[in-house]
């Protein structure tokens, strides 16, 4: 299973930044989802819950989600925590569509 195209796919659906770890000998795919205010964090899971369905159909592997606030991910994943991916940043390169 190729957890790079899954990260991509499951980062389109949700908006945030997502990294993937396959643990194969257990099935596992343990998603984190990075800079997710802590009121989304419910719906977040929910909907990658949703998504494993469509993306793991034949059900041989299942989704560990593990979101992480804008705070929790400056603290331990600072990678994650750049300007670039805070959700709804406007960039000077983007016309603004709304």
Same mark, same amino acid.
């Given at each position: ?61 299942? *989704? +560990?989600?593990?979101?992480? /606030? #804008? ?6 994943? $600072?990678? *994650? +925590?750049?300007?670039?991916? /805070? #959700? ?6 983007? $016309?603004n569509l709304s």
């Amino acid at each position: 299973m190729k957890t790079m195209s899954l990260d991509k796919q499951i980062q389109r659906a949700v908006g945030y930044p997502v990294s993937c770890v396959l643990k194969e000998e257990e099935g596992q795919i343990i998603v984190r989802v990075f800079q997710v205010p802590a009121d989304r964090k419910a719906d977040l899971e929910k909907t990658i819950y949703d998504l494993e369905k469509n993306l793991i159909p034949e059900g041989n592997a299942f *989704f +560990s989600v593990i979101a992480y /606030t #804008p705070d929790e991910t400056g603290q331990h994943y $600072p990678k *994650f +925590s750049r300007p670039e991916w /805070t #959700p709804g940043l406007v960039r000077p390169s983007t $016309p603004n569509l709304s």
